[in-house]
């Protein structure tokens, strides 16, 4: 419900943009008017403005009128279409949904989904904070099963409530083969309505485009 609230109070804005945008078109052209009429009364008579070039300066301001709200309707319509496009992703929120995002960890353990590259005998997972400092280092199998990321430094430690990152070293014969981002779980809170599309907002503040989740899981 506080989502469809914050998109429909977004088109009212762009809503009330545009008759602004419009109230000034209208404002301008009534100056260019007046700045037109006193030119004409001004003018050199024996040397008169042609009325081609008159309706030359009309012509231009007329297209420019046009070409402003043109604009308006498009972003308009763009908002509009955002919104339409949440609505087909409000089932989502509340589910949990894989991606490359970072996972927000608050003592509750992280599934993480990691993807060894072929020809791998050996497989490190690498936590790192928000800040990109490397927290944790533990041997995984060499599988694409998820697996669970309990929050434990290197030293031992819990560590603090915040956002992790993952990378994966995987081996051969003991040769780095390749550091790939790992993905991670993550609770969806909100769908957002955007011009641009629909955004996602993850537990922890994440935002993320549809297109990023490649699995959707039940949160419980």
Request: glycine share 10%; hydrophobic share 35%; proline share 4%.
């Amino acid at each position: 419900m506080t989502t469809v609230t914050a998109a429909t109070t977004t088109a009212s804005t762009v809503s009330s943009t545009t008759s602004r945008s419009t109230s000034a078109i209208s404002s301008d052209f009534e100056t260019f008017l007046k700045m037109l009429t006193v030119q004409m009364q001004n003018q050199d008579p024996l040397n008169p403005i042609e009325s081609s070039d008159y309706a030359v300066q009309l012509a231009t301001f007329s297209g420019v009128e046009q070409q402003v709200k043109t604009n308006d309707l498009l972003e308009s319509l763009a908002t509009q279409m955002g919104v339409m496009g949440m609505t087909q992703f409000a089932g989502w929120v509340g589910m949990e949904a894989r991606s490359d995002a970072p996972a927000y960890y608050d003592g509750t353990p992280v599934t993480v989904a990691p993807n060894p590259v072929a020809g791998s005998d050996q497989a490190v997972l690498v936590a790192y904070d928000a800040a990109g400092t490397e927290v944790s280092r533990e041997a995984v199998a060499v599988s694409a099963d998820p697996i669970t990321w309990d929050g434990v430094g290197t030293s031992g430690n819990e560590l603090p409530t915040g956002l992790y990152t993952f990378k994966l070293e995987c081996y051969n014969s003991g040769s780095l083969l390749s550091i790939e981002t790992v993905e991670t779980y993550n609770r969806i809170v909100e769908a957002q309505g955007t011009g641009a599309g629909t955004a996602l907002v993850l537990r922890g503040g994440t935002t993320i485009d549809t297109g990023d989740v490649t699995a959707l899981r039940d949160a419980g």
